[in-house]
């Protein structure tokens, strides 16, 4: 059915899905535990930081986070025990593996989302692609449980680009598609990524929050009237321990840096800031000539929502100009970092006013390092 000599080989993005947990954390509720855990460990620890030995922690406030990053709140999945000072991170009860698992669970809400917006059930997708920076486990794949809950009969699989995940995924995706190994594939990121945040450390503890995403990537031949054309994807990898997590299967190994705080996240934050900007704003611009656009006539840019800083610089060397947020959406206020589904967060909720002939771009970029950029068409 995928080789339908009817197929055009044309990617188009049908349709996207999303996922909200209920569960909201203020920037507000966040410091106020966090400077609770920081005056009780300088109490316990009092005598050790008189003679030196230790350095004191320092209290965050909710001023130092909105300017660092623009954050003002997050969605998660276990909002009581991350702000009890002692335990700071999600819980819930453990599954059995006849129960679907938690990170399927989301990517399902947002995968039926995407089929239903784009009029599709199960027997017309062909694979499923787990794109994401925050796995459940190694093995099974996520993707084949997803494939699984949804009743779809093809294959699938996970990847992991950290925060280029998605846009990854999709130019894979597309590629099945050119390819006509396939006529319609879903990419789906469900992120939980308060896992993998160290909520005590003063300097990251806001970035990120809970989500989950799926984009629905069809041939042009089979999508829905309205939808935007894929003109063309660029992917790029440069090596960097700049932003890094040491948790795996291995750690076992060397027991002595078991629960070390590099089992976590860990960035060099102004590194990453001044590395990773130049090297996406480079290659939108390079890859846009190539493509025969012009950077500074998109319409919108969907970015990664990571830092407001960043985005703001980013737009300005791409469209020449100051992005007002008609132009560069965020949507990183109100959810966080929400690792490779953020880009298509801002796409979900900010490309129907768009008019047809409309161009823009999803771009995404991260630990890797990593960036991934999709342009787009609209079609109406």
């Known amino acids: 059915m995928s080789h339908d000599q009817n197929l055009t080989g044309r990617p188009v993005i049908s349709s996207t899905g999303l996922f909200t947990p209920d569960e909201t954390i203020t920037n507000e509720e966040l410091v106020e535990s966090f400077n609770r855990y920081v005056e009780r460990f300088n109490t316990e620890h009092a005598e050790a930081i008189e003679t030196g030995e230790i350095e004191p922690l320092q209290p ?31 819980r819930w009860p453990e599954r059995s593996n006849e129960e679907l698992s938690i990170l ?16 599709r059930e199960a027997a017309d997708v062909d694979a499923v692609l787990c794109a994401a920076s925050n796995m459940e486990r190694p093995y099974p794949a996520m993707a084949i449980e997803i494939q699984q809950e949804l009743g779809i009969d093809g294959f699938g699989f996970d990847m992991n680009v950290a925060c280029s995940s998605a846009t990854f995924g999709i130019q894979t995706a597309a590629d099945y598609i050119r390819s006509g190994n396939a006529r319609s594939v879903l990419v789906v990121s469900p992120e939980i990524t308060s896992g993998h945040l160290n909520w005590r450390d003063r300097d990251s503890h806001f970035i990120f929050g809970d989500v989950a995403t799926a984009v629905l990537v069809e041939d042009a031949a089979v999508a829905p009237q309205r939808h935007w054309d894929i003109l063309g994807t660029k992917l790029k990898t440069v090596f960097s321990n700049n932003i890094r997590n040491n948790f795996g299967f291995l750690n076992r190994a060397s027991p002595e840096g078991e629960g070390t705080a590099d089992k976590l996240f860990v960035q060099e934050g102004r590194k990453v800031f001044k590395e990773v900007v130049p090297m996406v704003a480079e290659m939108i611009v390079t890859e846009a000539g190539k493509l025969g656009l012009d950077p500074q006539a998109l319409r919108r840019l969907w970015l990664h929502q990571a830092n407001a800083g960043m985005n703001r ?21 109100t959810y966080a970092n929400t690792s490779s589904a953020g880009s298509i967060i801002a796409f979900h909720k900010h490309n129907e006013d768009l008019a047809e002939g409309d ?10 390092y990593s960036a991934g950029a999709v342009f787009l068409r609209k079609v109406a």
Not at 61 to 69: G, L, M, Q, T, W
Request: aromatic share 2%.
């Open 60 to 90: 965050s406030s909710v001023e130092f986070i909105e300017k660092a990053s623009g954050i003002k709140a997050r969605h998660v999945m276990a909002k009581e025990p991350i702000l009890d000072p002692a335990i700071m991170a999600p």
């Open 104 to 119: 399927a669970e989301i990517g399902v809400k947002a995968a039926r989302q995407a089929l239903e917006r784009a009029g």
């Open 313 to 333: 610089l980013i737009a300005h060397r791409v469209l020449g100009h100051e992005a007002n947020a008609d132009e560069s959406p965020t949507v990183l206020d």
């Open 359 to 368: 161009t823009g771009l999803i771009c995404s970029f991260g630990a890797g």
